[in-house]
C-alpha cells in the first residue's frame, strides 16, 4: 500500500461517473510485471464507499434512461465508432496486456487484443438487436395478441480475473452496453492495466454518456461484496475461480440478483485410435499449455488410448521439452512466467502432490536457470503419467503448465472418467472419424467439445460452463441475452367478459 508521489510509475485513478476520481482513502497499490518484476505503475485502491458511488452514478445512468432506451440501431453505431478507437490503440493495448499479465507478445497479438476486437464488434452489431419478438397467436381463453419485449437489465456489477484482463474486460462491458445495461468493471489486482487503457479509449471517445461505464480498481474482497449485495446492483457477472464464485452466489442471495458465472475447469481431452497423431500431438500441447496452462478452459486431463500410447506419449514429451520458456517480449517465446509466486509455489505444490500420489512425471518442471529470467515467475512444463483420475492432480485446477496424462482401453472407460468431475467447461477429442468424433462430444458433460481444436472461442459461439464451472454463456447471442430482461406483453384483442374473469361463472360441484 503505497502513496504514489514518491514513485516515478504512473497513477492510475478509478473511474466514476465519467470522471478519473482519485480513491477516497488516496491509497494505491503497484502492479507489476510478472516477468521481471517491475513496478508497471500504482492503481487505485477503492473501498467500499467509492464502490457505492460508482454504483449511484450507474444507477442513475440507468434511471435517467437516455442510455437504455435509445434505439438499437444507434447505440450499435456508438459502439462501433468505439471498437474503432480501441481498434486504433491495439499495440498500446497490446504491450500493456504482455506486461502486466505476463502473456506473451505472440499471445497478446495473435489472440487477446485481435480476438477480443472481434468480440467487441459481434456486439457492436448485436447492439441493433430487435427487442420485440411476437409470440404465436394465442385464442385460449380468448383471442389475443402476444409479445416478447427484451429489455435491459439494469446495473451489472462485473469482475474479472487476470488470466486474460482484456478479453474479458471485454466480454463483460460489450453484451452488457449493448443491450442498453449500464456498468462498474472491476478489474484483476494483478493485471487493472489493459482494462484501465480500454477505459480511457472509450472516454476519450466522447460517446458514452457519464456514469454509463465506470471502472473500479481495488481487493476484490471489499470491492466484490459491495458489488454483490447493494441493492442497486440488478445483475452480477464474474469469472474466476469456482471457489469464489460460491461466495458470490452467497453474497448476492440477499437481493437475489440476476447471475453469470464463468469459473474453473479441469478439462479433459481425448485422443482417439485414429487421430491424426502429428494433429493431436500439437493440438495436446496447445489444450495445456498455452498460457502456461492459465486458461479455465485448459485440456489438463489428457486421455490417450493404450494402443497408441507409447508412441503418442513419446511424442508428446519430445515436443513438450522444445517449448521455449523465455521473456514475453521474445517472439518466440510459448512460455512466459506465470501470475505470481503465490502461483509459482502452487504450482510447485502440485507437482509434489503428483508424485506423492503415485504419479510418474516424465517431464518435470523446475525453474529455469538462465539469469534473464531471474526476476520472474518462470517453471519449465510438467507432464505425469501413471496418473489415476481420482488423484488430486487429475480433480483439481492448478492453472499452471501441468498435463495429467491417463492410459485408457475403452472409450465408454474413457468418457465416465472425462465426466467424473466437480466441472464442466470444455472438452477436446480428436479423430480422423468427425462421426465418431460427435458422438463422443455429446456424451461429455461440458458446454464446448472441440472437435480437432482447442481454445478456438469464436463471437458466435456460446461458451460457458455445466456443473460447477459456471451459470449462463457468454457470446453468441446467448451472451447478450443474459443481459437483457423478458417481459411479455399480453393485449386482449376481444375486449370481452366471457370466459375470463370467474365472476359470472358458477361452477357446481362434482358429486
Ligand atoms: P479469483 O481469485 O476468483 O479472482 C477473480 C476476481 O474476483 C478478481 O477480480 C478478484 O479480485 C475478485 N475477487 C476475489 N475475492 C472476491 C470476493 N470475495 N468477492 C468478489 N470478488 C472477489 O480468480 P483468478 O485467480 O483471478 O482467476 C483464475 C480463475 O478464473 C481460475 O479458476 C479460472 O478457471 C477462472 N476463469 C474462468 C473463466 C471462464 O470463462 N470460465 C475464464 C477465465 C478464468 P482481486 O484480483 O482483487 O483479488
Ligand atoms: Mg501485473
Known amino acids: ?93 497490446a504491450e500493456l496486456e504482455m506486461r502486466d499479465g505476463g502473456c506473451t507478445w505472440r499471445k497478446a497479438t495473435l489472440m487477446d487484443i485481435p480476438v477480443g476486437l472481434i468480440h467487441f464488434r459481434h456486439f457492436a452489431k448485436l447492439a441493433d438487436f430487435e427487442p420485440l419478438e411476437p409470440l404465436p397467436q394465442i385464442q385460449f381463453p380468448a383471442l389475443s395478441y402476444n409479445y416478447v419485449r427484451r429489455e435491459p437489465i439494469g446495473v451489472c456489477g462485473q469482475i474479472i480475473p487476470w488470466n486474460f484482463p482484456f478479453l474479458m474486460a471485454i466480454w463483460k462491458i460489450a453484451p452488457a452496453l449493448a443491450a442498453g445495461n ?24 466522447g460517446l458514452l454518456p457519464p456514469g454509463v461505464l465506470n471502472l473500479v480498481t481495488g481487493p476484490g474482497q471489499v470491492v466484490g461484496p459491495e458489488l454483490c449485495s447493494n441493492p442497486m446492483v440488478d445483475k452480477i457477472a464474474f469469472t474466476g475461480s469456482t471457489e469464489v464464485g460460491r461466495d458470490i452466489i452467497r453474497q448476492a442471495a440477499s437481493t437475489v440478483k440476476k447471475m453469470t458465472l464463468e469459473l474453473g475447469g479441469k478439462s479433459p481431452n481425448i485422443i482417439l485410435e485414429d487421430a491424426d497423431l502429428d494433429l493431436a500431438v500439437d493440438g495436446s500441447l496447445w489444450a495445456t499449455f498455452m498460457h502456461n496452462g492459465q486458461a479455465c478452459e485448459s485440456g489438463t486431463r489428457l486421455f490417450v488410448p493404450t494402443s497408441i500410447y507409447d508412441e503418442f506419449m513419446e511424442r508428446l514429451v519430445d515436443r513438450a521439452r522444445q517449448l521455449k520458456v523465455g521473456l514475453p517480449d521474445d517472439g518466440e517465446t510459448d512460455l512466459g512466467p506465470v501470475i505470481s509466486a503465490g502461483q509459482l509455489h502452487t504450482i510447485e505444490d502440485y507437482i509434489q502432490v503428483g508424485i506423492q500420489e503415485g504419479a510418474t512425471p516424465v517431464l518435470l518442471g523446475e525453474r529455469p536457470t538462465d539469469p534473464e529470467l531471474a526476476n520472474g515467475f518462470f517453471i519449465t512444463p510438467t507432464i505425469f503419467t501413471d496418473v489415476r483420475n481420482d488423484m488430486r492432480i487429475a480433480q483439481e485446477e492448478i ?21 467424473d468431475t466437480i466441472y464442466g467447461l470444455a472438452a477436446g477429442v480428436w479423430s480422423r472419424d468427425v462421426e465418431r468424433a460427435i458422438s463422443v462430444a455429446n456424451r461429455i458433460k461440458a458446454g464446448t467439445v472441440w472437435i480437432n481444436d482447442y481454445h478456438l472461442i469464436s463471437a458466435e459461439a456460446p461458451f460457458g460452463g455445466y456443473k460447477q464451472s459456471g451459470l449462463g454463456r457468454e457470446l453468441g447471442v446467448y451472451g447478450l441475452h443474459e443481459y437483457t430482461e423478458v417481459k411479455h406483453i399480453h393485449v386482449d384483442l376481444t375486449n370481452s367478459r366471457d370466459a375470463r374473469f370467474w365472476y359470472d361463472i358458477v361452477v357446481p360441484r362434482k358429486e
Request: net charge negative; charged share 25%; glycine share 4%.
Open 182 to 205: 449500464t456498468v462498474i468493471l472491476k478489474p484483476a489486482s494483478y493485471t487493472p492495466l489493459s482494462a484501465l487503457k480500454l477505459v480511457e479509449i472509450i472516454h476519450d471517445t
Open 399 to 419: 492453472f499452471g503448465p501441468v498435463l495429467a496424462v491417463i492410459k485408457y482401453d475403452t472409450v465408454d472407460e474413457t468418457i465416465r472418467m472425462a465426466n
Open 1 to 93: 500500500m503505497l502513496h504514489p508521489d514518491t514513485n516515478e510509475a504512473p497513477v492510475y485513478n478509478l473511474y466514476i461517473n465519467g470522471q478519473w476520481r482519485t480513491p477516497r482513502s488516496e491509497l494505491y497499490e503497484p502492479t507489476f510485471d510478472p516477468a521481471t518484476g517491475e513496478i508497471l505503475g500504482y492503481v487505485a485502491k477503492a473501498d467500499a464507499e467509492d464502490t457505492r458511488e460508482a454504483i449511484r452514478a450507474a444507477r442513475e445512468a440507468f434511471d435517467d434512461g437516455y442510455w437504455a432506451s435509445m434505439a438499437p440501431g444507434e447505440r450499435s453505431r456508438l459502439l462501433h465508432q468505439i471498437v474503432d478507437a480501441v481498434e486504433e490503440r491495439q499495440f498500446e493495448l
